[in-house]
């Protein structure tokens, strides 16, 4: 089971931008595919972001296309997520997860282990 933990969450204004990071000590990492997801209070897990093993393949989820980048650092077993232009409709919890083989996924579905979450709150 890959253990990730997330960190960078915080209180943030609007407009401002963060940067999350999933780190973990697999040594496989570079196996896996890994995603960003977020769910705010009384709302479904939403999509955020993937990246593929090789981190040449990424996709984002509408919410956040244009303002999100994913990245992956494989020697630091990590992955970030940058948003830029916070909205308070970004207030969630971010929570990371890896998926076994290449592909990036926009189905929580389809990821095998989980992060406990990072709160970010966007004021007004």
């Known amino acids: 089971q890959v253990q990730l933990v997330e960190s960078g969450g915080g209180l943030m204004q609007a407009g401002g931008s963060l940067r999350l990071s999933c780190a973990t000590s697999?040594?496989?990492?570079?196996?896996?595919?890994m995603g960003w997801f977020r769910q705010a209070p009384g709302k479904e897990r939403e999509f955020v972001a993937a990246?593929?093993?090789?981190?040449?393949?990424?996709l984002y989820g509408d919410s956040v296309k244009g303002r999100a980048t994913i990245s992956r650092h494989d020697v630091k077993n990590t992955v970030y997520l940058n948003l830029n232009s916070l909205k308070p409709e970004d207030t969630a919890v971010y929570s990371c997860?890896?998926?076994?083989?290449?592909?990036?996924?926009?189905?929580?579905?389809?990821?095998?282990?989980w992060g406990q979450g990072t709160q970010v709150t966007v004021s007004p």
């Open positions: 697999e040594r496989a990492f570079d196996n896996y595919a």
């Open positions: 997860a890896a998926r076994r083989g290449a592909k990036a996924a926009i189905d929580p579905h389809e990821y095998d282990c």
């Open positions: 990246i593929n093993w090789s981190g040449d393949s990424t």
